[in-house]
């Protein structure tokens, strides 16, 4: 088995299903659907790794998204089953984001994309 993530490793192929192109990229617009927009990728980067960041560090971490969208595209991870929120019930109150297990299994998937733009040939005039 062979996996960029030592925690998260691919199904055999065994147990995989059996797709037609049809099937394929019936998923494939799914999976998409579900990580559309600009920012989501970015926000589940920062998350990798077990890490549980506070709003205001997301804010932070990403200067270049309004609040608004932020919390936005959060609340659309969260719904998708992504991420997780988690309230502290505390003054002031405190609002952590993680992924959630089926969030983290999205790293090996992450990592491969990001080996295959690192081979991207480089242009020509």
């Known amino acids: 088995m062979t996996s960029t993530d030592k925690k998260v490793g691919y199904l055999p192929k065994s147990m995989r299903p059996e797709y037609t192109p049809q099937t394929a990229a019936h998923d494939v617009e799914a999976a998409f659907q579900i990580l559309e927009g600009r920012w989501k990728m970015i926000i589940l980067f920062h998350l990798f790794g077990e890490r549980l960041m506070r709003f205001s560090d997301l804010e932070r971490a990403i200067p270049a998204i309004s609040q608004k969208m932020l919390i936005q595209q959060l609340r659309k991870l969260e719904a998708d089953g992504v991420i997780r ?25 992450l990592d491969a994309l990001l080996l295959w733009a690192e081979q991207k040939p480089p242009e020509t005039p």
């Open 85 to 109: 929120r988690i309230v502290h019930h505390q003054v002031p109150p405190k609002v952590e984001y993680g992924l959630t297990d089926w969030g983290e299994k999205l790293c090996p998937a």
